[in-house]
């Protein structure tokens, strides 16, 4: 990964101190957890001292890994990501404005840029590479991380070379009810995160201007088949060059494959590029995920890994909770919760990897699993987005979260149904992925061909009611792979033949797409299903938590749904349990000792 902080002065003059930019050197040990001796650290300061671009990278210094600072003339840039096109770094830096080029181009990434005109930065349509920005003393900060934007800005307006993090509270009512932000928030006060597809703006002199670049509009349902494969066309287009940056590398890619739709659909646009891979898959040796991935790789001609999960005595193993929340608001920056894994830090690995993440970018976001298309059905869910766990919090945080919900039925007003799609792209995609994405940065050279930039604008471009039906993503898959059409997924069909095919010549195939059952322990989730092995830690750690939690909470609430064994809502469990360990600091120390594992008892 490439980690980035950028700083400018406000006016022209005026010089960055040097005690800051110290501090923020040093501030990049908490920002991301990175052993110091794996940094490989790259610097440009304006020739002023009114700018400077500090960068830090664990990627190996040869091909086909970039510079971390690129410069051309009296200009810097660095990228987060990847960009799709060889030439695509030098186009960013001699464009007059980054809002000139960024949309024309593929990748997944976000950029940085200093100059005489200032301080700039910008993110791709699904901002999976964040840009987070802040002020002070008389400084802007721009930087992939939002720690470092927050300490270097912290150090700037105390003077101290190391700052304590200073939490804005109230913006954590969201990580409550879901555990990641449903805004532009951080955990960091004064911290924000830049909107999907905008440009930060900050001339010397002039005020800092965060401009929204345009979405692209939807064209009209197509009438007929021949039409619906005409309008695919440029998703596939787009596809097919998303798996072109693979063969930068000299080895196959590693695709994460399941069961499911997602993951099959890039093996498919690999094998119709030609681009060599081979599929990974993990569970227990029966379940779904495991047999299906084989069976696709099998009938593209490829290889696929298994690894069979750890289980012992009917029980899975498991690493305790508080570590586990440790490491998570660590790589996280406390915006995820400890329900989800993420790789910890290993010593980076060059192959390629890929997965199906970012596929509901396809179908139609929180569509996806939305059945009630009404109005009615419609406000329910960004109810439940915005206000849900209302009993956890208190009247004050419930307030704070009532404007965003009014927001957004106001927008439904003016947009329809498309509020769900690009919601879920807005906060799922841009702030949930964007934590867990910079481990998988961290540790390999990861690619997400579905955030690509010009695939998400060509999926975009589709009415989201037909992305809803599935039947772009099953044209696409079937122009690639004709030979994974009767292959089932795990658990459900196409959406748009669910119920039964299209016609009656179809009938033997969609017999034959039947999905498989389930077997034994293949669905057990331990991190839902658990007992008193796990209930009693959380009980314990969350109650005696920092004070500033429960400024937001309801203590009543929580003790009474901590006391639920099996518990109904086990996610407020984790997230409250995160944000304990956020608010406490102790993310700041190592990671806590003499915490075994613990063997949570297969339920079925």
Same mark, same amino acid.
């Given at each position: 990964m490439?980690?980035?902080l950028?700083?400018?002065?406000r006016r022209?003059?005026d010089?960055?101190?040097?005690?800051v930019l110290?501090?923020?050197?040093r501030?990049?040990?908490?920002a991301v957890p990175v052993?110091?001796d794996r940094?490989?650290?790259?610097?440009?300061?304006s020739?002023?001292?009114g700018?400077?671009?500090?960068?830090w990278s %664990?990627e190996?210094?040869?091909?086909?890994?970039?510079?971390?600072v690129?410069? +051309?003339g009296?200009r810097?840039?660095?990228y987060?990501?990847?960009?799709?096109? =060889?030439?695509?770094?030098?186009?960013?830096l001699?464009a007059?404005?980054?809002? *000139?080029?960024?949309?024309d181009?593929?990748?997944c990434? +976000?950029v940085?840029r200093l100059?005489?005109?200032?301080? $700039?930065?910008?993110?791709?349509?699904?901002?999976?590479c964040?840009?987070?920005?802040a002020?002070g003393?008389?400084?802007r900060?721009?930087?992939?991380?939002?720690?470092?934007?927050?300490?270097?800005?912290?150090a700037?307006?105390t003077g101290l070379?190391r700052?304590t993090?200073?939490y804005a509270v109230?913006?954590?009512?969201s990580?409550?009810?879901?555990g990641f932000?449903?805004? *532009?928030?951080?955990?960091?006060?004064g911290v924000?995160?830049?909107p %999907?597809a905008a440009?930060?703006?900050?001339p010397?002199?002039?005020?800092?201007d965060?401009?929204?670049?345009?979405?692209?509009?939807?064209?009209p349902?197509?009438?007929?088949?021949?039409e619906?494969?005409e309008r695919?066309?440029?998703?596939?287009e787009?596809l097919?060059?998303?798996?072109?940056?693979?063969?930068?590398?000299d080895r196959?890619?590693?695709?994460?494959l399941?069961?499911?739709?997602d993951?099959?659909?890039?093996a498919a646009?690999c094998h119709a590029?030609g681009?060599?891979?081979?599929?990974a898959?993990?569970?227990l040796?029966?379940?779904?995920?495991?047999v299906?991935?084989?069976?696709v790789?099998a009938?593209l001609g490829a290889?696929c $890994?298994?690894?069979i999960?750890r289980?012992?005595?009917g029980a899975?193993v498991?690493?305790h909770p508080?570590?586990?929340?440790?490491a998570l608001?660590r790589?996280?920056?406390?915006?995820n919760?400890?329900?989800?894994?993420? %790789?910890g830090?290993a010593p &980076?690995?060059?192959?390629?990897?890929?997965?199906?993440?970012?596929?509901?970018? @396809?179908?139609?976001?929180f569509?996806?699993?939305q059945?009630?298309?009404s109005?009615?059905?419609v406000?329910a869910?960004?109810k439940?987005?915005f206000?849900?766990? $209302?009993e956890?919090?208190n009247a004050?945080a419930?307030?704070?979260?009532?404007?965003? &919900?009014?927001e957004w039925c106001d927008?439904?007003?003016?947009?329809?149904?498309?509020?769900l799609?690009?919601l879920h792209?807005?906060y =799922?995609?841009?702030?949930? @992925?964007a934590?867990s994405?910079?481990a998988t940065l961290? %540790?390999?050279?990861?690619?997400h061909p579905f955030?690509?930039n010009?695939?998400?604008?060509a999926?975009?471009?589709?009415?989201?009611e037909w992305?809803?039906s599935e039947e772009p993503?099953? @044209?696409?898959?079937?122009?690639?792979a004709?030979?994974?059409?009767d292959v089932p997924?795990?658990? =459900?069909?196409w959406r748009f033949e669910?119920d039964?095919p299209?016609s009656?010549?179809e009938w033997p195939g969609?017999r034959r797409r039947?999905t498989?059952?389930?077997?034994?322990?293949?669905?057990?989730n331990?991190? =839902?299903?658990?007992?008193?092995?796990?209930a009693?830690?959380f009980r314990?750690?969350i109650?005696?938590g920092?004070p500033?939690?429960?400024?937001?909470?309801d203590?009543a609430?929580v003790?009474?749904?901590?006391a639920e064994v099996?518990p109904?809502?086990?996610?407020q +469990?984790?997230?409250?349990?995160t944000?304990?360990?956020?608010l406490s600091?102790?993310?700041?120390?190592?990671?806590?000792s003499?915490?075994?594992?613990?063997?949570v008892?297969?339920?079925t």
């Amino acid at each position: 990964m490439r980690a980035y902080l950028a700083v400018a002065v406000r006016r022209p003059g005026d010089r960055i101190d040097p005690a800051v930019l110290t501090a923020a050197r040093r501030s990049i040990t908490e920002a991301v957890p990175v052993p110091p001796d794996r940094w490989r650290t790259a610097e440009w300061l304006s020739p002023d001292g009114g700018a400077a671009l500090l960068a830090w990278s %664990n990627e190996p210094s040869e091909a086909p890994f970039p510079d971390p600072v690129l410069t +051309s003339g009296d200009r810097a840039l660095g990228y987060c990501g990847y960009l799709g096109g =060889k030439g695509d770094a030098d186009l960013l830096l001699a464009a007059d404005r980054l809002d *000139d080029r960024v949309d024309d181009l593929g990748g997944c990434f +976000s950029v940085f840029r200093l100059g005489p005109d200032g301080l $700039q930065a910008a993110t791709s349509i699904t901002r999976a590479c964040p840009v987070y920005h802040a002020e002070g003393g008389g400084l802007r900060f721009a930087a992939s991380r939002a720690l470092l934007a927050h300490l270097a800005a912290r150090a700037a307006a105390t003077g101290l070379s190391r700052p304590t993090p200073v939490y804005a509270v109230m913006g954590l009512q969201s990580l409550v009810r879901h555990g990641f932000f449903a805004s *532009d928030e951080t955990p960091f006060e004064g911290v924000s995160a830049l909107p %999907n597809a905008a440009t930060l703006v900050a001339p010397f002199g002039g005020a800092v201007d965060v401009v929204p670049r345009p979405l692209p509009e939807q064209g009209p349902a197509p009438r007929s088949r021949r039409e619906a494969r005409e309008r695919v066309a440029p998703l596939a287009e787009a596809l097919l060059a998303a798996v072109e940056p693979f063969r930068r590398h000299d080895r196959p890619v590693r695709i994460a494959l399941s069961g499911g739709r997602d993951s099959r659909l890039i093996a498919a646009a690999c094998h119709a590029a030609g681009v060599p891979f081979f599929g990974a898959t993990h569970g227990l040796a029966d379940s779904p995920d495991v047999v299906l991935a084989q069976r696709v790789a099998a009938a593209l001609g490829a290889e696929c $890994q298994v690894t069979i999960d750890r289980q012992r005595s009917g029980a899975v193993v498991v690493r305790h909770p508080l570590r586990r929340a440790h490491a998570l608001v660590r790589m996280c920056e406390g915006m995820n919760s400890a329900y989800e894994g993420v %790789n910890g830090w290993a010593p &980076y690995d060059p192959e390629p990897r890929t997965s199906g993440s970012g596929g509901e970018r @396809l179908r139609g976001g929180f569509l996806t699993d939305q059945r009630d298309l009404s109005p009615k059905g419609v406000r329910a869910r960004l109810k439940t987005i915005f206000l849900a766990q $209302q009993e956890f919090l208190n009247a004050d945080a419930n307030a704070y979260a009532e404007r965003y &919900y009014d927001e957004w039925c106001d927008r439904y007003e003016r947009d329809g149904l498309d509020v769900l799609d690009k919601l879920h792209m807005f906060y =799922k995609t841009g702030r949930w @992925l964007a934590g867990s994405h910079t481990a998988t940065l961290m %540790n390999w050279a990861y690619y997400h061909p579905f955030l690509d930039n010009r695939v998400v604008r060509a999926a975009l471009a589709l009415p989201v009611e037909w992305r809803l039906s599935e039947e772009p993503v099953a @044209l696409v898959m079937e122009t690639f792979a004709p030979r994974l059409r009767d292959v089932p997924f795990d658990g =459900k069909r196409w959406r748009f033949e669910r119920d039964r095919p299209r016609s009656l010549r179809e009938w033997p195939g969609w017999r034959r797409r039947a999905t498989p059952p389930g077997k034994g322990a293949a669905g057990f989730n331990w991190r =839902k299903s658990y007992g008193p092995e796990l209930a009693d830690i959380f009980r314990e750690y969350i109650l005696d938590g920092p004070p500033e939690l429960f400024s937001i909470l309801d203590r009543a609430a929580v003790e009474r749904r901590l006391a639920e064994v099996p518990p109904r809502r086990p996610g407020q +469990s984790w997230n409250l349990l995160t944000l304990g360990v956020l608010l406490s600091g102790a993310w700041r120390e190592s990671e806590p000792s003499g915490l075994p594992d613990v063997e949570v008892p297969i339920r079925t």
